[in-house]
């Protein structure tokens, strides 16, 4: 089993910034991709953004060029900067990994979530 632990949730005010990280631990031979999901009260999951094995990146459109994903592959680590945070920035945020804990075992992992509140 592989297990996906978040920090650095919190409440900022309108243009603040926070970082989330995410380490997974557990059964793991390889991660091929790791990202960060959200969801606001009364709302579906949205993708935030993600980052492959190859680094590439993705972001959804209403956090370009104010959100920045990484990671620490020797640590297994994926971080997300997130900056000029909005009101609308509000929601549970969710790590997410996938790729194999053995030759032949794919997974997929989900954290527990962490709670993002930007009001002044």
């Known amino acids: 089993q592989v297990q996906l632990v978040e920090s650095g949730g919190g409440l900022v005010q309108p243009g603040g910034s926070l970082r989330l990280s995410c380490a997974a631990s557990g059964s793991i031979f390889s991660i091929n991709a790791m990202g960060w999901y959200r969801q606001a009260p009364g709302k579906q999951r949205e993708l935030v953004a993600t980052t492959s094995s190859g680094g590439s990146t993705d972001y959804a459109d209403s956090v370009k060029g104010r959100f920045t994903i990484s990671r620490d592959n020797a640590r297994n680590t994926v971080y997300l900067q997130m900056n000029s945070l909005e009101p609308e920035d509000t929601a549970v945020y969710y790590c997410?990994?996938?790729?194999?804990?053995?030759?032949?075992?794919?997974?997929?992992?989900w954290g527990q979530g962490t709670q993002v509140t930007v009001s002044s």
């Open positions: 997410n990994a996938v790729g194999y804990s053995s030759y032949v075992t794919p997974f997929i992992s």
